[in-house]
């Protein structure tokens, strides 16, 4: 197996009193799509969050590319190549398309130009100009992704890409996230919905009650389906 990329080990993290975390493990290769899967209130985002820096009280190790990251703030942790996506979007209603792409600084040499995203996303290109509540919900996820993907970010965490969206837009969400995979980006994706993951991913870990309980590679899920049904509640 490649060399891991971002290893997580023993982390824990708090929302004021309540322990939400407890011992998440994992780790994720240099170009792996790799799926956080579990109910609602699993911790998933919340483990997307502490890897970020973006949790108050969180404790372990998060290690990126062999540095520690868990006393690090958010704004350093970016500037090492991470980006988070987060499942709300965060689209700046009052600015257009065009402004929203380009608001965040590039923190890392090595990020798409905008030719390229739009090359990702031709849907953008046709609404540069307009607001940002304008767009559907599709457009809006291709915009939060466009924009991380402008910041020179090669290690992508993104929350629920597909949460709400039409089928036709979740499969070019799928074909866009198989095309970064090629292009040697490295996705950490949080999904409720396994079918969908398993057109994109390598490997899945399963979360349950802030802890993973269980990885299925994703040439085996065809055979872990019931189990699978059985974690996620289906």
């Known amino acids: 197996m490649a060399e891991a990329q971002l290893v997580v080990k023993d982390l824990h993290g708090f929302y004021g009193e309540s322990h939400i975390l407890h011992g998440m493990e994992f780790h994720v290769a240099k170009g792996e799509v790799v799926t956080l899967l579990g109910r609602n209130g699993a911790g998933k985002t919340t483990t997307m969050k502490a890897v970020m820096g973006m949790l108050a009280q969180r404790s372990g190790s ?22 988070f996506c987060p499942e709300e979007r965060g689209i700046f209603s009052s600015l257009n398309v065009y402004e929203n792409l380009t608001l965040p600084p590039v923190v890392k040499g090595g990020g798409m130009s905008l030719e390229e995203i739009y090359q990702i996303f031709p849907n953008l290109k046709e609404r540069l100009k307009s607001q940002g509540t304008k767009l559907s919900g599709g457009e809006q996820q291709m915009l939060a992704i ?47 919905n396994f079918r969908f993951a398993s057109t994109v991913a390598d490997r899945h870990y399963v979360v349950e009650h802030g802890k993973v309980i269980d990885m299925i590679p994703n040439d085996q899920i065809a055979n872990n389906t019931a189990k699978l049904e059985q974690y996620l509640g289906v």
């Open 146 to 192: 466009g924009r991380i993907l402008r910041t020179g970010a090669t290690f992508l965490l993104l929350d629920e890409p597909t949460e709400g969206l039409a089928p036709v837009i979740v499969q070019q969400i799928g074909a866009m996230i198989r095309l970064l995979k090629q292009k040697g980006f490295t996705v950490l994706l949080v999904e409720q």
């Open 62 to 83: 998060v290690s990126f590319e062999g540095q520690e990251l868990i006393h690090l703030s958010s704004n350093k942790i970016a500037r090492i190549g991470l980006a």
